[in-house]
């Protein structure tokens, strides 16, 4: 049973691991399935997470710090789609732009308004996203009504009540958004108009302008939804997933969400099933420091390196042909 719990946590630690980048992979998904390559997402979750914490502490209001890490982040987008999509800019200078942007602004602002090293005050009550406990789900209540630990209280319970407690039940409210967001953008994408016309003009603009459609409007639409996701990855990262800002807490996950992007070959629910895996790496090299293999005893640094080992391995191609939308990358100039 031991064992179990110990796996039970693990994936449990998964799902917390993976959400920051299954909002920034589908963000990034919007965004390229529209012909707009963004690898920007590591400096829109950065900048988020940056104004979410500030905002969050300033005010105790954790809903008015995710709302400032939205328009933070969706500031950036509008940068993005200003320099790609209306002045026909290079779409990867503008993303690497942005990367540097955000990574030298936080830091920047960060130390002129708190002055604590480039980092923000602890979030504590109000400041933070706390868990939600469905009903009958074992929680830190319980282990104060019995006097007992939720470890003890976990190791006793049957594994279905254990699973519900552990994978479904505690986790932050930007979890279960997340998520939802995965069915929800398969529904958007392949059963809406909207979806149908934003992937015809990543693959060929050119008719959809002669349809009559915007090919401008819908790319700065994608950037926009591109943004409000990113800005909820950022203030999770922030809110939720920690209890403050500090100096490049993204760590490269956009990087690495853009590499699930690539291994999803830019298809929703397989995004979801990507980030997962990055999240389980995360998550064992987390739980397990040194793992010893029959004398060879495997340092915590490889295990570290796992999650980016695997992000190079899929850039390089490793994992299968990815074709990206036909248009992506290249600026549309209408005919005259």
């Known amino acids: 049973m031991d064992v179990f719990v110990t796996i039970i946590q693990i994936l449990d630690s998964t799902i917390r691991l993976a959400t920051p980048l299954l909002l920034a992979c589908l963000a990034g998904l919007y965004s390229e399935r529209a012909g707009i390559f963004d690898i920007g997402l590591e400096g829109k979750m950065l900048m988020s997470a940056f104004f979410s ?26 940068l993005h789609g200003l320099a790609s999509i209306t002045f026909r800019g290079n779409q990867l200078i503008s993303g690497v732009a942005i990367n540097f942007l955000a990574a030298g602004m936080t830091v920047l602002v960060a130390q002129d308004w708190f002055q604590q ?48 407690s552990e ?41 959809v302008d002669t349809a009559g459609v915007s090919v401008v409007g819908l790319r700065y639409a994608a950037v ?4 409000v996701l990113c800005g909820i990855a950022g203030a999770y990262l922030a809110t939720a997933l920690q209890a403050g800002f500090v100096k490049d807490m993204t760590a490269g996950r956009g990087f690495i969400a853009l590499a699930a992007l690539i291994f999803a070959k830019w298809r929703p629910w397989h995004a979801m099933w990507a980030c997962l895996l990055f999240g389980l790496l ?19 640094q490889a295990m570290d390196a796992l ?30």
């Open 282 to 300: 995360q998550a064992i090299a987390l739980r397990f420091q040194n793992i010893d293999l029959g004398g060879v005893v495997i340092p915590v």
């Open 224 to 227: 926009a939804i591109c943004g």
């Open 53 to 78: 914490a500030a905002v969050a502490a300033l005010s105790g209001s954790v809903w008015l710090g995710l709302l400032a890490g939205i328009a933070s982040s969706l500031a950036l987008s509008g």
């Open 167 to 207: 994978l479904i039940s505690g986790h932050s409210i930007l979890v279960y958004i997340a998520f939802l967001m995965v069915p929800a953008t398969w529904w958007i994408l392949f059963r809406t108009r909207f979806g149908l016309r934003l992937r015809a003009v990543g693959e060929n603009p050119a008719a």
């Open 307 to 336: 999650p980016y080992i695997l992000t190079v391995v899929i850039l390089a191609g490793f994992v299968g042909k990815a074709i990206p939308p036909r248009a992506g990358g290249e600026p549309y100039v209408k005919e005259r």
């Open 117 to 164: 090293g480039g980092r923000t005050p602890s979030l504590v009550g109000g400041g933070r996203f706390e868990s939600v406990e469905f009903p009958m789900a074992i929680g830190p209540k319980d282990a104060e009504l019995t006097g007992r630990s939720v470890s003890d209280l976990m190791s006793d319970a049957n594994v279905l009540h254990l699973v519900y």
